[in-house]
Nanobody, 123 residues
Framework: QVQLVESGGGLVQAGGSLSLSCEAS????????MGWFRQAPGKERAFIAA????????HYADSVKGRFTISRDNAENTVYLQMSSLKPEDTAVYYC????????????????WGQGTQVTVSS
């Protein structure tokens, strides 16, 4: 059983930057691809980014490509999401998740989820 805890959310002005972290425990972190998702009020949970087990490969949603960067530190059991050039439409609850599938995009392919952290971007 893997537990995931996100941190780093908050309020930021449009154009600003924010960095999220997700620390894993209770499992072998390097066995999982990791992903970040977000869910805005009234919308479905949406894929943002994924990173392979070693960190050698990444995949991004078009909406964040060039602005967000996913990375991981397997020694620290942590995955990160660096967000820049933030827009009001990036406002959402951000979740990290762990998947046995390679660079999974679909929520159904993720085995474990964190509780989420709120990111609010003001205009």
């Amino acid at each position: 059983q893997v537990q995931l805890v996100e941190s780093g959310g908050g309020l930021v002005q449009a154009g600003g930057s924010l960095s999220l972290s997700c620390e894993a425990s209770g499992g072998t972190f390097s066995s999982y691809s990791m992903g970040w998702f977000r869910q805005a009020p009234g919308k479905e949970r949406a894929f943002i980014a994924a990173i392979s087990r070693t960190g050698g490969s990444t995949h991004y949603a078009d909406s964040v490509k060039g602005r967000f960067t996913i990375s991981r530190d397997n020694a620290e059991n942590t995955v990160y999401l660096q967000m820049s050039s933030l827009k009001p439409e990036d406002t959402a609850v951000y979740y990290c998740a762990a998947a046995l599938s390679y660079l999974a995009v679909a929520t159904q392919l993720y085995n474990y989820w964190g509780q989420g952290t709120q990111v609010t971007v003001s205009s």
